[in-house]
């Protein structure tokens, strides 16, 4: 069996492959990996799973949002996908009081929109993240009624 060579490089793949090495290319926040066959004229990517390019936060509300059983972690998520730049989230939540129209606020580790990401209700109401900012802001929604938002955003 023929020994395997490991490389990290920075800015992409050698234009002369060598025979039976693995690569590590430095990519945004992470590496991509390739492998060379025997011959070093073909490098392959590596499948990863959707673990590694995937994250998962949960949010709080603040605090004029309640949630059935008043557990304000577990009714909010986001999803962050490294590969596409896609942050996908779920909200499940009820207005107690209208005083303030901040629901929430992005975690320092999920970038923000990089354009207005807006949405209406089924009553009207709308929800919308300014670009390049953290807060989600609720407007003309309703006291005491239940929504639920389901959405998605790049960035950048």
Same mark, same amino acid.
């Given at each position: 069996?023929t020994?395997?060579?490991?490389?990290? @490089?920075?800015?992409? %793949?050698?234009?002369?492959?060598?025979p039976?090495? +693995?690569y590590a290319?430095r990519?945004g926040?992470?590496?991509?990996?390739?492998?060379?066959?025997?011959?070093?004229q073909?490098?392959?990517?590596l499948?990863?799973?959707?673990?590694a390019?995937?994250?998962?936060?949960?949010?709080n509300?603040?605090?004029?949002?309640v949630?059935?059983g008043?557990?304000?972690v577990?009714?909010a998520? @986001?999803e962050?996908n %490294?590969l596409?730049?896609?942050?996908?989230?779920? +909200?499940?939540f009820?207005l107690?009081?209208?005083?303030n129209?901040?629901?929430?606020e992005?975690s320092?580790?999920?970038?923000p929109?990089?354009?207005?990401?807006e949405t209406?209700?089924y009553?009207?109401a709308?929800l919308?993240?300014?670009p390049n900012?953290?807060?989600?802001?609720?407007g003309g929604?309703?006291?005491?009624?239940?929504?639920?938002?389901?959405?998605?955003?790049?960035?950048?």
């Amino acid at each position: 069996m023929t020994p395997l060579h490991v490389n990290k @490089i920075i800015g992409g %793949l050698p234009r002369t492959l060598e025979p039976n090495q +693995f690569y590590a290319v430095r990519v945004g926040e992470g590496y991509d990996l390739f492998l060379t066959d025997e011959t070093g004229q073909t490098a392959h990517k590596l499948n990863t799973s959707a673990n590694a390019v995937i994250k998962k936060y949960f949010i709080n509300y603040r605090d004029n949002v309640v949630v059935n059983g008043n557990n304000k972690v577990k009714r909010a998520y @986001i999803e962050q996908n %490294l590969l596409t730049k896609e942050v996908k989230f779920h +909200f499940d939540f009820s207005l107690q009081h209208l005083r303030n129209n901040n629901i929430a606020e992005l975690s320092s580790f999920v970038p923000p929109p990089r354009s207005l990401f807006e949405t209406q209700l089924y009553d009207g109401a709308t929800l919308w993240i300014e670009p390049n900012h953290r807060d989600m802001i609720i407007g003309g929604a309703v006291a005491d009624r239940r929504y639920i938002i389901n959405g998605r955003y790049y960035y950048n």
